[in-house]
């Protein structure tokens, strides 16, 4: 009797073990199909947010040349000029200076949300610019004009711009030697109202007219500010629209693309700093 007593304890244990098995089996296939759920579902989350992003940015090699609505995580969507005819196309606008109808001499709220006519001289804003650049690697290219018979251009890559916590900080803009951004990098955006400078004897932004990355700024010495007052005239004073040490200039314009990852290799074998 009692050696049957123990056998039936051993089958029981045995049974209680197959049955406890069996449900951590049941729990960690049921834990399995719930991750795969959330996997394939990000994938199709991931996926929408790629085809969204496609549709709702510049193409390049694209004869396009119009206002098209940019979607970015983190803001609302948003109009923005395409430009298809330089450099192979794909760039969106987001600053310009051709007629010196548009007062640049704004608020940090306005610079932050942007301001001027799409089809004329205006800016994009520095929350939308953030977004961007955070979103996708970016380049820049810069063009800009002192006469109809002198026009230059500029690349940068890996565009980057901070967040309004930390002041539009230009975190990056890498060239191979060029001067444009060489003294901002790293700078906060400063207006008249919002002095995020390090010229402890003034604002740059109103010496300069305009919101900017100013450094430590010298009255008569500042690089570069395509934000500047436009002068038609060509002038040898930094108060007007100044870039790469060129002064006088009266045509800017500023636009990024999406930078592709074969683009990290300068054909001509040029290095970016």
Not at 35 to 62: F, M, T
Not at 88 to 103: A, F, H, K, M, P
Request: aromatic share 12%; charged share 30%.
């Amino acid at each position: 009797m009692r050696n049957s007593l123990i056998i039936l304890c051993f089958l029981s244990l045995i049974w209680v073990n197959l049955i406890s098995g069996r449900s951590v089996d049941q729990d960690v296939s049921s834990k399995n199909e719930s991750r795969l759920e959330e996997v394939e579902k990000l994938n199709v989350e991931y996926k929408e947010r790629l085809d969204l992003y496609e549709k709702s940015r510049c193409q390049r090699h694209e004869n396009f040349n119009d206002i098209y609505i940019v979607r970015v995580p983190g803001i609302e969507p948003f109009a923005a000029p395409c430009e298809s005819r330089i450099e192979d196309g794909g760039w969106t606008v987001i600053q310009r200076r051709l007629e010196g109808n548009i007062n640049f001499q704004r608020s940090w709220n306005e610079y932050r949300e942007g301001f001027g006519d799409l089809r004329g001289d205006f800016f994009i804003g520095l929350e939308k610019l953030h977004r961007m650049t955070t979103a996708h690697t970016q380049e820049l290219l810069v063009f800009y004009e002192r006469s109809l018979l002198e026009t230059k251009q500029e690349m940068y890559r890996n565009f980057l711009i901070g967040s309004e916590q930390e002041e539009y900080v230009l975190k990056s803009a890498k060239s191979n030697g060029l001067l444009g951004f060489r003294g901002n990098i790293g700078k906060k955006f400063s207006t008249y109202d919002r002095d995020n400078d390090e010229y402890w004897l003034d604002n740059c932004a109103k010496i300069y007219n305009g919101g900017w990355w100013f450094g430590k700024c010298i009255p008569e010495v500042v690089a570069s500010n395509p934000n500047g007052p436009y002068l038609p005239e060509v002038t040898s004073k930094s108060r007007g629209i100044v870039f790469a040490g060129f002064k006088g200039i009266r045509a800017v314009q500023m636009m990024i693309r999406p930078q592709r990852k074969e683009d990290k290799k300068d054909p001509f074998g040029l290095k970016w700093e």
